[in-house]
């Protein structure tokens, strides 16, 4: 017989197939049925921060320096909106983010209950991608569709909110049917684009014939992991490669790598 | 890159390697737009081209070489405590900087030795990013020194993670650039504004009884000749550390581009105001 499991306990297993091991938090009202379930699962750590922004800036330093999704959670209201900061920021830089938000239960949505705010609407134009679960029958799959859509293709932050009755909804779960469980990084090539043949052939043209060649590489060869093949062409084609913003893209003495071209100086 | 497309690079033919087809063009106007994955495209452009030279390119680009005004009037240069930062740490340290001019330095002046290892909010430009992120940088690259570098304005926006840091015994390595300044507006107010410092000073706790208060290590850095015991004392601590570096209340970050201008007209030091 299968086992009856809680939404949360249901959203718990699903971020474990998605390979989370950490996440950064802050508990409230709407979500604290995920927090009882929380210790049933030890392999997810919590961190406990002061404050919801820090949670989201966490989860994007994760992200950033590990490759994979960065996940933190807020309660509903308050909690949301505190993240707000944090989940533009990742956006701007094409982080791979995954919000959990609580929400008031069904059928408060809309009647301006405690702590209750459209974290959705306020969300829509700083995420890649948000979703409010409306039962719990869509749980796991909507927490394999936000990650998704998170880590593939151009990354970038997505947010799950999750009212607080579908937290408790009792479901039999199988486990991983949906799941993508694909873990690390796993971007689906047949998702990225290709340049087009004649592209390439003109772009070769230009390189090949121009007299002062420049690459300026920004945050793309980071997501790419292309640091290798970037210092090749620059030394190959005795390109000049620079680093827009604030990219680490190269080792820093390299004859082919110069400076920071653009920096924060441009907009302060 | 730009305060000003009109004038970027008018004679350039652009190549532009997007992942997103929605971005190509969509600022600088290109000859070629290649969509798809960064690595592939430049591994299919290898294949393609011949090796070659550009030894009068590589001669013109040398005379663009100018030395740097930035003015360092104490023994603190943003230079020698990032290089000193660089040395504690053999290389093998990410930094995560805040925003700001401390921020800018960290990109130009750190000697970076290994990709992606400066993490920070280059897009949104979020003051308050670096101590919480840091944290997760911690998470993500355990065993591993990871230093969250702020101005004394960006640190104050989310200083109270060193809690977080000491529950959940993240060992973040925590330096203070502090000027007594939000220091690039002050910079800004500086050049555009005829120097009227409109709410740019900014009052500091004293930090070392702030690390103290979290029951945590800190020092107070005011002269070079202290730069090296206090980062081997952050590092050999097996946990969080804050170190708050004095710096020259006015260095400014050049070259700057003024709001608007495009990037061959950079301020490149103080006398042109003067």
């Known amino acids: 017989m ?41 392999e997810l750590r919590h961190v406990l921060v ?31 909106t505190n993240l707000v900061t944090g989940i533009a920021t990742a956006h701007m830089d094409n982080t791979p983010l995954v919000a959990i938000t609580g929400q008031v239960p069904r059928a408060m949505i809309g009647r301006d209950a405690f702590q209750e705010t459209d974290i959705i609407g306020i969300t829509q134009p700083i995420t890649k991608h948000n979703r409010l679960v409306e039962d719990v029958e869509e749980l796991a799959e909507a927490v394999h569709e936000v990650f998704t859509v998170a880590r593939e293709g151009r990354p970038g932050p ?44 003109e772009a070769a043209r230009l390189i090949a014939r121009a007299e002062r060649p420049l690459i300026m590489a920004g945050h793309g060869v980071i997501l790419s992991d292309a640091y290798d093949e970037l210092r090749t062409l620059a030394e190959h084609t005795a390109c000049r490669a620079c680093m827009a913003r604030y990219t680490s893209t190269a080792p820093f003495n390299r004859p082919t790598s110069s400076s920071v071209s653009g920096s924060g100086s441009t907009t302060g | 890159m730009t305060g000003n497309l009109a004038a970027f690079a008018r004679g350039a033919k652009v190549i532009h390697i997007e992942l997103d087809a929605s971005e190509v063009g969509k600022n600088v106007p290109v000859a070629v737009g290649l969509v798809g994955d960064a690595r592939g495209i430049l591994r299919e452009l290898l294949e393609a081209l011949e090796a070659r030279h550009c030894d009068a390119w590589r001669a013109e680009i040398a005379t663009f070489v100018r030395p740097r005004f930035e003015s360092f009037k104490g023994e603190l240069s943003a230079e020698g405590i990032l290089g000193a930062v660089e040395d504690a740490s053999h290389g093998r340290c990410t930094v995560v900087s805040d925003v700001g001019q401390h921020q800018m330095w960290v990109a130009k002046l750190f000697r970076y030795q290994r990709p992606n290892t400066h993490i920070t909010s280059g897009g949104l430009g979020t003051m308050g990013f670096a101590v919480p992120a840091a944290m997760g940088v911690v998470m993500a690259r355990p065993g591993e020194p990871v230093w969250a570098i702020s101005g004394d304005g960006g640190f104050q926006m989310n200083m109270q993670e060193i809690a977080t840091m000491v529950q959940e015994r993240i060992p973040v390595k925590m330096a203070i650039f502090n000027n007594g300044y ?88 103080e006398a042109v105001t003067a």
């Open chain 1, 2 to 42: 299968r086992e009856q499991l809680t939404g949360s306990q249901i959203l718990c297993r699903a971020l474990l197939e998605e390979g989370v091991d950490v996440l950064f938090g802050y508990p409230g009202g709407a979500i604290m049925p995920f927090y009882h379930a929380l210790p049933e699962y030890p």
């Open chain 1, 50 to 80: 002061r404050h919801e922004q820090a949670a989201a800036h966490a989860a994007d330093g994760y992200a950033r320096a590990s490759g994979r999704p960065g996940v933190c959670v807020a309660t509903s209201g308050p909690g949301a």
């Open chain 1, 158 to 201: 997505v947010l799950l909110d999750v009212p607080k009755d579908v937290q408790n909804q009792k479901l039999e779960y199988a486990g991983g049917a949906n799941g993508s469980a694909r873990g690390a990084t796993g971007r689906r090539e047949g998702l990225i684009g290709r340049p087009t043949p004649t592209a390439l052939v």
């Open chain 2, 182 to 269: 939000l220091g690039m507006v002050r910079q800004w107010q500086q050049f555009f504004h005829g120097r009227r410092y409109s709410s740019t000073p900014i009052w500091s706790p004293d930090y070392v009884r702030l690390a103290e208060a979290y029951g945590i290590p800190g020092w107070r850095v005011e002269r070079g000749d202290q730069v090296e015991a206090a980062l081997r004392g952050a590092l050999d601590h097996d946990g969080p550390a804050l170190i708050e570096f004095l710096i020259e209340q006015e260095a400014n970050v050049f070259p700057m581009i003024p709001p608007g201008a495009s990037l061959s007209e950079p301020i490149e030091s």
